[in-house]
């Protein structure tokens, strides 16, 4: 089991930055992939950045890529988003969560595990 408490949303303005943080508990964290997924209102969840276990792959969707790093400590059993340069339209509650298996996906599907979201405000 792992379980994930996101931290650090709050409301920016155009341009600014912030980090999210995700912090996990349990044995396996270190094992776990993990990605970072946003939903807008009256939107989808969709994939925004996701890390291998060991933090050596990394993967970003086109609309944050070069504004936007992911990374990770496992050793606190802590998952990082740094993102920069923000617009309006990264307005959305951010999601944390774990897949099993090492290797992070761009689907939600198969993620296995899920924090409970922080709200990003990115004002114009």
């Known amino acids: 089991q792992v379980h994930l408490v996101e931290s650090g949303g709050g409301v920016v303005q155009a341009g600014g930055s912030l980090r999210l943080s995700c912090a996990g508990s349990g044995r396996i964290f270190s094992s776990v992939a993990m990605g970072w997924f946003r939903q807008a209102p009256g939107k989808g969840r969709e994939f925004v950045a996701g890390?291998?276990?060991?933090?050596?792959?990394?993967g970003y969707a086109d609309s944050v890529k070069g504004r936007s790093t992911i990374s990770r400590d496992n050793a606190k059993n802590t998952v990082f988003l740094q993102m920069n340069s923000l617009k309006p339209e990264d307005t959305a509650v951010y999601y944390c969560?774990?897949?099993?298996?090492?290797?992070?996906?761009?689907?939600?599907?198969?993620?296995?595990?899920w924090g409970q979201g922080t709200q990003v405000t990115v004002s114009s």
């Open positions: 969560a774990a897949a099993r298996g090492g290797s992070y996906y761009y689907s939600s599907t198969s993620y296995d595990y």
């Open positions: 890390i291998s276990w060991s933090g050596g792959s990394t």
